[in-house]
């Protein structure tokens, strides 16, 4: 496993400070917004990626900045097992496998696993309408 953390790329509404990983992970910044587009590209590109490394969330609603925030979208990698998301009590694999939901109103958690789990969740908060991570520079 190892430790665990999250971190966010793309933009953050009104005059929050931009995340300083768009500068720390150019690369990793532009290959997961792609990603995006190659896992749904009928969806609208998300402004804002939440990057988790073995993060087990307890369940919550999403809150903070951005509230309101678009329907999100969520993968999860690595070498792990168990690590299911549940949403509204539904158990969902990610592994590989991306999920739509909405974060801001539906309970979700993150079941116990074992190994290395990293997640990806696209969204765009409220206020980052129109803004979109692909045209970072």
Known sequence: GGASGSFSVGFMPG???QPKHNQAFPA???AAFELERA????????????VNRNAQFRPHTDKGAGSGQSTSLIVALGDYTGGQLMVEGEENDILY???EFDGWTQRHW????AGERYSLVWFTPLGCEGRYGLDLH
Do not use: E, H, M, V
């Open 15 to 17: 005059n929050r400070a």
């Open 28 to 30: 990793l910044t532009r």
């Open 39 to 50: 896992l749904y590209p009928n969806r609208p590109p998300s402004s804002t990626i939440a």
């Open 97 to 99: 496998q991306p999920l």
């Open 110 to 113: 993150t079941l116990p696993f």
